[in-house]
């Protein structure tokens, strides 16, 4: 089983839900695909094992080869290749005339598929990397986006790739709408949105709510400072007939415990029975 905890804004308390609820079960794996800032394992606090670089290929031309036909351009979503126009072309008129823009590269291969005169081979690119360890029962995988670089989904792609079926998954996802997010939640059995009950959170939240149903990942959402702010948001979800699987306070313990790097269910053990619940509905499909 697979499910991915994901928010519409950041700060709301995605990672703090994903970890204690990683904490509160057992046969369970956590994969913290926030990879441009990776935290879950402040509070995890796994043994690293092992570490592996991922790379992304990236297109190279030949220009002895290179006749300037311009079919990579058109084939390029990402914009990352440019073909000078033939007055621009250099004395030569070969492949000098063609840039690549490693930082828009996806890494899809389209260039080098269609190029007429295959004249485009792919180099590696180191993005980041994947850490794999383990505390005590718990299997622990993060990514690390290398600083300056912009492609995170490959980087994700290769964190999911340890998913491991005889498991309970539990994917950590970045925060918002965005094509990181979809790659991290695609293919989850069940998403949980965190929200908090302020305008901004409400406004995030239904953003989330509409990517969800249009993936038709079936979800329910977890109230963090559930005291605090108004109850639009309550009334959202009742609306919407959203399930609310968990209501987790405004405690000054709770933030205290955060601010050290010590899970909530390891300083108020109360709550691993409130998170072990939540689990059994969404394993079950007792969302309503």
Same mark, same amino acid.
């Given at each position: 089983m697979i499910i991915s905890i994901a928010s519409g804004k950041g700060g709301t308390g995605k990672t703090t839900v994903a970890t204690n609820l990683a904490l509160s079960i057992s046969n369970v794996q956590l994969l913290d695909c926030d990879v441009e800032e990776p935290n879950a394992h402040i509070f995890i606090k796994p043994r690293i094992k092992e570490k592996r670089p991922v790379f992304i290929p990236v297109p190279q031309v030949d220009k002895e080869k290179c006749n300037g036909c311009g079919r990579c351009k058109e084939v390029c979503? *990402?914009?990352?290749?440019?073909v000078l126009s033939a007055k621009g072309r250099s004395a030569s008129g070969r492949g000098s005339d063609v840039l690549v823009f490693a930082d828009l590269c996806h890494g899809c291969g389209s260039c080098a598929y269609f190029c007429p005169q295959k004249a485009i081979n792919e180099?590696?690119?180191e993005i980041g990397f994947v850490e794999t360890g383990s505390k005590d029962d718990l299997e622990f995988i993060h990514g690390k986006l290398n600083i300056g670089?912009?492609?995170?989904?490959?980087?994700?792609?290769?964190?999911?790739? *340890?998913i491991n079926p005889a498991r309970i998954n539990i994917i950590d996802a970045p925060p918002g709408t965005s094509c990181p997010v979809i790659e991290s939640i695609k293919g989850s059995n069940f998403c949980l949105l965190v929200t908090e009950p302020t305008p901004f959170g409400l406004n995030d939240l239904i953003l989330a709510v509409e990517t969800l149903r249009k993936l038709k990942i079936p979800f329910g959402v977890a109230v963090n400072r559930s005291d605090l702010g108004d109850n639009k948001t309550e009334e959202y979800c009742s609306k919407e007939n959203i399930p609310i699987l968990m209501r987790i306070p405004f405690k000054k313990e709770i933030a205290s415990s955060y601010s050290q790097g010590i899970p909530m269910v390891e300083a108020l053990p109360e709550y691993r029975k409130d998170f072990q619940e939540m689990f059994n509905r969404i394993e079950s499909g007792r969302f309503r």
């Open positions: 979503a *990402y914009n990352a290749i440019a180099v590696d690119k670089q912009a492609m995170s989904p490959p980087l994700i792609r290769a964190v999911k790739k *340890y």
